[in-house]
C-alpha cells in the first residue's frame, strides 16, 4: 500500500528541493552570504526525496481509492514541513517558520511577517515560490483526484476529465501538461502587463507567482496598496479573475468550443457572483461617502476579487468601511472560485448545487407532485453528488466551529479566532480585527495557535474530507 505513495511524495519532495536552488541563486546575485541555507535545505530535501523515489521505485498502473487519499495527505504535509527549513535557517523560530511555510504552499497568503520589505530577496522569492508551486499542484488534484476520490461532489467532472480509476498515472500526465501550459501561459501574461504597468522585475515576479496561485504573499508590507497605481490594480483584477477559472476550461473551449459545458455553467454563475458583490459594495462604498464612485468602484472590485479568488491581497483596510463590509468579506471569503482553478474556499460549483436545490425544495413545497431534475446549465446532477455536497458542507461547517472553539481555548478572542479558522480553512489570508485583520499579521497569535492554523491551511486545501477520513478506523481496515 505504501510504496506508491512513498514513491510519488518522494518525487515531489525532490521538485521542492531543485526550487530551493533558484532563491539560492537571487543570493548569489545580490551578494548575500546566506546562499548557503537554501543549498543546505536543498541537500536535505533532494536526499529525502531521492532516497523515498528510488527505494520504492516501480511503475504505477493503478492507485487504489486508499491509496489516493494517503498520497494526498502524505505529499502535501510532507511537502510543507520541508519548505520551512530555509525559513528556520535564517533565523525564523519554528511555529513561525512552519506557519509560513503551509502558508505558502497552501496559497493561503497569512503572514507572521510584520515588516516583509526588511526580508532577503531569497525569503521574498521563495514564499513566492511556494505559492507558484502549490497553485499548480492544488489545481492537478482539484482536477485529477478529487473526482477519483469523490469529495463534495467534484466526482461529476469525471465526465469532462474522462475516468482516473483506469489509467491513473497515464491521465495524471495528460491532465498535468494541459494545466502547466495553461499556468506558464497565464504567468507570462500577467508579468508582462505587470511590467508593462510600472513595476519592478522582482516586484513583478513575486506579485506574478502569488496572482497566478491566489496566493496572496506580497513584497511590500501595504501589499498592492504600496504601489499606488490604478493601473497595476486592474491588471492583478483581471489575472486573479482568469486564475479563478478553471484552468483547463481555456484549454476544452479553444479545443471542443462547447460553451454548454458544466465548466462553462460554472463559469457564468461566478461572473454573476462577482458582479454582485461588486456592485453592492461599491454602492455601499459610495452611499456612505467613503469614495467617490470612480474610486469605490477600484476598491470593491479589487478586495473583492482578492478575498472571493481566496488570493488576500488588499489595497485598503476594508475593516475601516464600517462593521456591515468587513461581516460581508467573511461572505466574500467562503464563497471561493470555480472547481479546478487554483482558488480556494468552498468553491462556486458546490453553491450551484446548493441553490438550485432549494429552488426545487420550494417548488416541491408548493407543487408536491411534480418532481424536477437537478441541473446546472444543460448538465444533469446525480443524487449522489448533490448529497455527497451536503455532506461536504455539513463537515466544512462543523471543522471550523471546533477548530474556532479549540483556538478560543487556547486565549484568542472569538471574532478573532472565528475570522482566523475562516481564513485559513478557506485559504483567503486576511481575517477580521486588528491581529489577523488586512493590516495585521499572525504573529502575536500564541505558537499552540500557529500550529493549529498551519494544519487548518492544509486541511481546507484538501477540501476537509480528504485529510479526516484518514483518520477514521475504517479506512484501516
Known amino acids: 500500500m505504501w510504496q506508491p505513495v512513498l514513491m510519488i511524495s518522494g518525487y515531489f519532495i525532490s ?25 543546505t535545505s536543498s541537500i536535505i530535501s533532494l536526499f529525502i526525496g531521492v532516497s523515498l523515489f528510488l527505494a520504492n521505485n516501480n511503475k504505477i498502473n493503478h492507485i487504489s481509492l486508499q491509496q489516493g487519499y494517503l498520497l494526498t495527505c502524505c505529499s502535501w504535509f510532507s511537502v510543507a514541513i520541508l519548505a520551512a527549513i530555509p525559513f528556520v535557517l535564517y533565523g525564523t523560530n519554528i511555529p513561525d517558520a512552519v506557519f509560513e511555510a503551509f502558508s505558502g504552499i497552501s496559497t493561503t497568503g497569512a503572514t507572521i511577517y510584520k515588516d516583509v520589505e526588511k526580508l532577503p530577496k531569497a525569503i521574498l522569492l521563495w514564499r513566492a515560490i511556494l505559492h507558484g508551486l502549490g497553485g499548480v499542484g492544488i489545481v492537478i488534484f482539484a482536477i485529477a483526484l478529487l473526482p477519483f476520490l469523490g469529495i463534495g461532489g467534484m466526482q461529476v467532472f469525471q465526465r469532462e476529465n474522462s475516468d482516473v480509476n483506469e489509467k491513473f498515472m497515464p491521465k495524471i500526465s495528460y491532465i498535468a501538461k494541459r494545466i502547466i501550459w495553461v499556468y506558464l501561459i497565464l504567468m507570462m501574461g500577467c508579468m508582462l502587463a505587470l511590467k508593462l504597468a510600472g513595476m519592478g522585475w522582482f516586484d513583478t515576479i513575486c506579485q506574478t507567482l502569488s496572482t497566478i496561485a491566489t496566493g496572496g504573499f506580497s513584497t511590500k508590507n501595504k501589499s498592492i496598496a504600496a504601489f499606488n ?14 486564475a479563478a477559472l478553471p484552468l483547463t476550461f481555456y484549454h476544452s473551449l479553444l479545443a471542443t468550443k462547447n460553451i454548454h459545458s458544466l465548466r462553462s455553467s460554472q463559469v457564468a454563475a461566478f461572473i454573476k457572483v462577482l ?3 461588486i456592485g453592492g459594495l461599491t454602492i455601499w462604498l459610495w452611499w456612505n461617502n467613503i469614495y467617490d464612485f470612480t474610486t469605490s468602484l477600484r476598491m470593491a472590485a479589487f478586495n473583492v476579487v482578492s478575498i472571493v479568488t481566496s488570493t488576500g491581497f488588499v489595497t485598503a483596510d476594508y475593516l475601516n468601511w464600517g462593521i456591515f463590509a468587513g461581516a460581508l468579506f467573511l461572505i466574500f471569503a467562503l464563497t471561493g472560485g470555480c472547481t479546478g482553478s487554483t482558488s480556494g474556499s468552498v468553491k462556486i460549483f458546490r453553491w450551484q448545487v446548493v441553490w438550485i436545490q432549494i429552488k426545487r425544495t420550494f417548488v416541491s413545497i408548493l407543487e408536491p407532485n411534480r418532481m424536477l431534475p437537478l ?55 486576511p481575517g477580521i480585527g486588528n491581529i489577523v485583520g488586512p493590516t495585521g499579521t499572525y504573529s502575536d497569535l500564541s505558537d499552540v495557535v500557529k500550529y493549529i ?25
Open 375 to 429: 441541473k446546472i446549465g444543460q448538465s444533469n446532477i446525480s443524487w449522489d453528488v448533490a448529497y455527497s455536497i451536503l455532506i461536504f458542507l455539513a463537515v466544512y461547517s462543523v471543522s471550523i466551529t471546533v477548530l474556532t472553539l479549540i483556538v478560543s481555548v487556547c486565549g484568542v478572542d472569538f471574532v478573532t479566532a472565528f475570522s482566523a479558522v475562516i481564513a485559513c480553512i478557506t485559504n483567503s489570508g
Open 229 to 242: 497605481s490604478s493601473l497595476i490594480e486592474w491588471v492583478i483584477i483581471c489575472f486573479m479573475f482568469l
Open 275 to 277: 458582479c454582485v458583490y
Open 15 to 39: 521538485l521542492l528541493g531543485v526550487a530551493m536552488l533558484i532563491p539560492a541563486g537571487v543570493d548569489v546575485y545580490y551578494t548575500n552570504a546566506n546562499w548557503s541555507y537554501f543549498i
Open 453 to 477: 492554523l498551519a494544519i487548518t491551511m492544509i486541511v481546507g486545501r484538501l477540501e476537509v474530507m480528504t485529510v479526516l477520513v484518514v483518520f477514521t478506523k475504517n479506512f484501516w481496515k
